[in-house]
């Protein structure tokens, strides 16, 4: 198995609530079991979409789980950090869906994960909350002009000449500043985020 | 740490992503790939970020809350636990991505079928979820802000489409509140004692914001289903069009549209069915039913799981007749059904379905499970045979 853990310096005081939570779930303590679902539930349905590409059947799995988790509460083990467990296994409970129903996986023809790295993976991955949250605050750095052009262009994919007609500036302040954001936001997601530059800020 | 990459490669992983992978490169990706586990792992950051920035479908349109509840439901109610019926069905699957448990197999025939619904955009039909004051005053579930208390004199939390009333007896004099929840819309309550309360759709609830004196009492003209909460001093009774039902604390389901008879179900618990003067008392599993007003109602032993599903976001058939199901679906999406022949109401079907917010993904499955078709215009659903 996996020893290799991506422990990052900082503690970071959410996790020891995290680790409290998962006890009281542990208990029957369903406040606790309401927090994790509403902390977790979208990313996980998210990360379900990786596997099964229609919402409602994605959410099923992970409704299913969630169920799971609670009616066999009391044997689930203590856990280090509840994110990567959760990851584990809902790609477990999808790829059990999808073998009992012949659904094909979205990256089938790229069989190269072994068996270490899917732990790996659930350890290192980045949920949809978690890229959502540095995102905006890296936002918070530009200036609302370099902001307006970021989000229109990259966001919601206006096109530059388009932008720079909404915001009554020539194309080429649009493109400046649009260069200006991507530096910042390169910069600031830099540690976090090592490939963003592909398709985010490409 | 990290190396400089070449953005060949990039590119390829790029194009690997998006399905666009010329003749060759596939291979060229595989051999790279098994060169170092770091380009495993850069690979599969690369898919992260990819999945995060196209997912499969828009993060938004994931209604947390209203899962919470359907998750919640399950959890607290062990015996209505979901039955995959996947494993009953000699599936026949075409080579397409398909829904677990969204089939439907025709029973009288001998081939049931497994198949794809596919997302048809148009969405229900938005019909307004009103609260009615005593004195005739009509609030739009809308006009009321999420999150916001204390309006109209009363102490509740919205939260998207449910309310919460605030439990204790703040109010000083009994003030009656009316939820109509229309075709179209389903609704979820939780009343002051804690009762759950989950209004299905063309149903009416009435009742008093906070319960005083020796008896809780609602009415309910349509269909819900309650979690009652436990409280022995305080019996709990809901007023049907013909009949009434008392409980102590219990989960049941009642169902009480005009013209189409009078049915308490019930999942826990124990309760007091009273009809034409005739007293029934129902155990789990056990359904009442009677005709309208005045008819004796009769008990029979039923699978509450068939009743009751309808709350937990689906419903479930065994053997249900076409025009049953029909009568579901026009209500629930707000729809008139047009049949092009009698013959075709009997048709029966089994099986799981999922509310979609497109009406289109439910019929979908009926047309693939049998050579039936339906035709949506506008408010209209036109059934017929497939020609």
Not at chain 1, 72 to 89: D, G, M, N, Q, W
Not at chain 1, 121 to 134: G, Q
């Amino acid at each position: 198995m996996n020893t290799q853990m991506t422990a990052k310096p900082e503690i970071e005081p959410q996790k020891t609530k995290e680790q409290e939570e998962w006890l009281r779930l542990k208990e029957g303590d369903r406040e606790a079991f309401a927090a994790i679902f509403h902390q977790y539930y979208k990313d996980l349905v998210l990360y379900a979409g990786t596997f099964i590409s229609h919402q409602a059947e994605a959410e099923d799995v992970v409704q299913d789980f969630f169920v799971k988790l609670w009616t066999e509460r009391e044997h689930i083990s203590a856990v280090k950090s509840v994110k990567p467990f959760l990851l584990t296994a809902v790609k477990h409970a999808c790829l059990n869906a999808l073998r009992g129903n012949g659904i094909k996986l979205k990256y089938g023809d790229v069989g190269v994960m072994a068996e270490e790295c899917v732990t790996r993976e659930t350890e290192d991955y980045i949920l949809y909350s978690e890229l959502n949250e540095r995102l905006q605050e890296a936002l918070k750095l530009l200036t609302p002009m370099q902001r307006q052009c970021f989000e229109m262009s990259r966001m919601q994919g206006v096109k530059q000449t388009e932008v720079a007609q909404r915001l009554g500036v020539s194309l080429r302040t649009v493109e400046l500043r649009l260069a200006e954001a991507l530096k910042v936001l390169k910069e600031e997601l830099k540690e976090y985020l090592v490939l963003v530059v592909i398709f985010f800020l490409y | 740490m990290e190396e400089r990459r070449d953005i060949e490669i990039d590119e390829l992983i790029a194009r690997c992503l998006s399905h666009e992978l010329r003749p060759g490169e596939g291979e060229q990706l595989e051999r790279w790939l098994a060169e170092d586990e770091e380009h495993v792992r850069y690979f599969t950051r690369c898919r992260n970020l990819h999945d995060l920035y196209s997912p499969a479908f828009p993060p938004e349109g994931i209604d947390e809350k209203k899962a919470y509840r359907q998750v919640d439901a399950r959890v607290r109610g062990r015996s209505l636990r979901r039955r995959r019926w996947t494993t009953v069905a000699a599936a026949v699957v075409g080579g397409l991505a398909l829904g677990m448990g969204w089939w439907l197999s025709r029973q009288a025939e001998v081939t049931p079928q497994v198949q794809v619904v596919q997302r048809v955009e148009q969405q229900a039909v938005p019909q307004g979820i009103v609260l009615e004051l005593a004195e005739g005053q009509v609030i739009a579930l809308d006009s009321l802000r999420e999150g916001e208390g204390a309006y109209v004199g009363m102490s509740a939390l919205r939260d998207e489409d449910a309310i919460a009333y605030a439990q204790g007896d703040s109010v000083e004099t009994e003030v009656w509140h009316t939820w109509i929840v229309p075709r179209g819309k389903t609704f979820f309550l939780t009343l002051g004692d804690g009762t759950r309360v989950w209004m299905n759709s063309e149903s009416t609830i009435r009742f008093p914001m906070a319960f005083r004196g020796g008896e809780r009492r609602v009415c309910i003209e349509g269909e819900a289903y309650l979690e009652v909460a436990h409280d022995a001093s305080r019996p709990f009774r809901v007023e049907l069009q013909g009949g009434e039902v008392t409980v102590l604390g219990t989960a049941f389901n009642v169902r009480s549209y005009q013209g189409e008879g009078e049915q308490v179900t019930l999942v826990e618990g124990k309760v007091q069915v009273l009809a034409a003067k005739e007293e029934l008392v129902l155990a789990p599993g056990e359904q009442a039913a009677w005709e309208g007003d005045g008819g004796m109602p009769v008990k029979r032993l039923v699978n509450p799981a068939l009743y009751c599903s309808w709350y937990e976001g689906k419903w479930l058939f065994e053997n249900g007749k076409l025009e049953d199901i029909m009568a579901l679906v026009a209500r629930r999406y707000d729809l008139q059904v047009e049949w092009e022949t009698e013959t075709l109401k009997n048709v029966r079907f089994s099986g799981e379905i999922r509310h979609s917010e497109q009406v289109e993904d439910v019929l979908r499955l009926v047309e693939l499970a049998d050579d039936i078709s339906f035709e949506v215009e506008g408010q209209k659903i036109r059934v017929k045979y497939l020609r």
